[in-house]
């Protein structure tokens, strides 16, 4: 039997990079997924291969940091598909390696928008019908950068910070009632998280001057291999963790 058989998943940002590669291997352990991201079109292409290799997917255009967005996002997904096992909140945006003194209110707020409210809001959705269930998981995609400090600028730094705090405090609330939530920590993986990007010069050169002590960059396949064992029940010891995949950077 699959790993995820009979199992409905939502993924958030889910059109490219980490993202779709925990929609497609989830589709392939039998789980139906909703594969929601910015763009429509993006989001129906992933759920449309999906489907092509037999799978269950439903595309769905979600601005995450749109709290309307995001309850026609879980309310879609439940309508489609009837319940919701799994929620993986793996949307986030970048903040061009800004110090303090150069992050703006605009940036400020975009980033926590994306970064902490989106997850903050399907969280809070997906709970209630896990409560129903009394049963789920969520999985949280952080960073490095949610427990160093030097890993990206003020505003993504903090936010990864906050959402790992956010998903400990769910762990330990809902445990008893057969909820878990954990958050991966992912290093430097090839996405295309920084193709807009518009590095501050000062702000990457101090982020990047320890690259040289990361071993190598990750794929989005090692990390959605992550996210299937906490999606699965072969974790479900483990709740409220950060599970870091850096390929030993933060060892050294």
């Known amino acids: 039997m699959k790993k995820l058989e009979n199992k409905v998943a939502l993924v958030t940002g889910a059109a490219s990079g980490m993202g779709k590669a925990i929609a497609l291997l989830f589709a392939n352990e039998g789980a139906k997924v909703i594969v929601a991201d910015l763009t429509a079109a993006d989001a129906e292409e992933v759920a449309d291969q999906i489907r092509h290799a037999g799978g269950h997917a439903l595309g769905l255009k979600c601005d995450v940091s749109d709290e309307e967005q995001v309850k026609r996002m879980v309310h879609g997904a439940i309508h489609e598909f009837g319940s919701l096992d799994i929620l993986v909140n793996n949307a986030g945006i970048m903040d061009n390696f800004m110090p303090l003194e150069k992050v703006t209110d605009q940036l400020w707020e975009k980033v926590m928008a994306v970064n902490v409210n989106g997850p903050f809001y399907a969280s809070r959705l997906a709970i209630t019908q896990m409560l129903k269930q009394g049963k789920g998981v969520i999985i949280n995609i952080a960073s490095v950068g949610g427990i160093s400090g030097a890993r990206a600028g003020l505003a993504y730094t903090t936010s990864k910070h906050a959402l ?89």
């Open 164 to 252: 790992i705090g956010m998903s400990k405090n769910i762990g330990f609330m809902y445990a008893k009632k057969g909820i878990r939530c954990n958050v991966i920590a992912p290093g430097g993986v090839n996405t295309n998280i920084m193709r807009d990007a518009q590095p501050d010069p000062e702000g990457a050169a101090l982020c990047s001057s320890g690259a040289g002590s990361m071993p190598r960059m990750g794929e989005s396949d090692e990390i959605a291999n992550v996210a299937l064992f906490l999606a699965s029940d072969d974790s479900s010891f483990v709740n409220g963790e950060v599970i870091v995949a850096d390929g030993g950077w933060l060892a050294y």
